[in-house]
């Protein structure tokens, strides 16, 4: 009995110090708003955590259309909804190979791949830079999306190797009983069963992306071509920075990472879950 009544208290001191936790890292995103609708003479003449004396509404239009916001959206977007799916599916072409063709080297092969999320990625700046130099391909989008991918590839066909050994090879045979080759097998089978996976690594992809900030700065030289990250950059002067309108702006790039997330998170537990298994 007493076991039994500590089990309600341990629980509910769980659930305390979870939302004692959710609320610490929400309280930068609580300043960030505060700053974001506030004046520039109320934010200079006033702690920066203390509330807005008047609500200023119109700081997020003036980033959106002053600070050029539309146009870094409009290709954070575009090179996103191109990376993203096009290398979850290189991933797993590579991932279904390495546990559904059985060929000699593909443990050694799979090590290999391992190693591309050990090498840092400033040590990659100038074989990157004479590549895309030579092959005119600075400030594009096939460039970025090009480089995004090979940094990304690692570490998807980590989680998705992961979840495809859990998939029973019995499955594989039936598939093969019903006239599947290994595309169908592929496409009829192991991808509509690895679906968790899939949506766990659409969200640490989608984020990867929209954050990615160094190579961004380094490779996209026109101002046009520039992201989210890089464009952030604009709101800051020579001698001085407008907070308001910069944190309007990080508040108004945070959306989309936000809708994504609330998309796939449901998949997201039994996709890492899985992945870990394999």
């Not at 063709?101 to 090498?119: D, R, Y």
């Amino acid at each position: 009995m007493h076991e039994a009544g500590t089990r309600p208290i341990s629980g509910a001191i769980r659930y305390v110090a979870l939302i004692l936790l959710s609320a610490l890292f929400l309280i930068p995103l609580a300043f960030i708003a505060f700053t974001a609708v506030k004046s520039n003479a109320d934010l200079m003449n006033h702690p920066f955590y203390t509330l807005p004396k008047q609500v200023h509404w119109e700081n997020f239009l003036k980033a959106w259309k002053q600070g050029r916001m539309d146009m870094y959206m409009k290709n954070t977007v575009l090179i996103s909804v191109i990376k993203v799916p096009l290398g979850i599916l290189i991933e797993a072409l590579a991932a279904f190979a390495l546990t559904r063709l059985n060929f000699k080297w593909s443990e050694p092969l799979f090590t290999l791949f391992l190693v591309g999320m050990m090498i840092p990625i400033q040590a990659t700046l100038v074989p990157l830079n004479i590549f895309l130099n030579k092959t005119h391909l600075v400030s594009t989008y096939p460039g970025i999306i090009l480089i995004y991918i090979g940094f990304g590839i690692p570490f998807g066909i980590l989680i998705l190797r992961g979840f495809f050994r859990t998939i029973p090879k019995e499955l594989d045979e039936a598939a093969l009983i019903d006239g599947c080759g290994d595309i169908g097998k592929f496409f009829r089978v192991i991808i509509p069963l690895s679906m968790p996976a899939i949506a766990t690594l659409v969200i640490f992809d989608f984020m990867a992306t929209w954050n990615e900030f160094l190579l961004a700065q380094i490779f996209i030289t026109k101002d046009t071509m520039k992201t989210i990250t890089t464009g952030l950059m604009a709101f800051r002067g020579q001698f001085t920075t407008d907070y308001t309108l910069l944190n309007a702006a990080v508040l108004i790039s945070i959306v989309p990472i936000f809708i994504v997330y609330l998309t796939f998170q449901k998949y997201f537990v039994n996709g890492m879950a899985g992945s870990v298994k394999g």
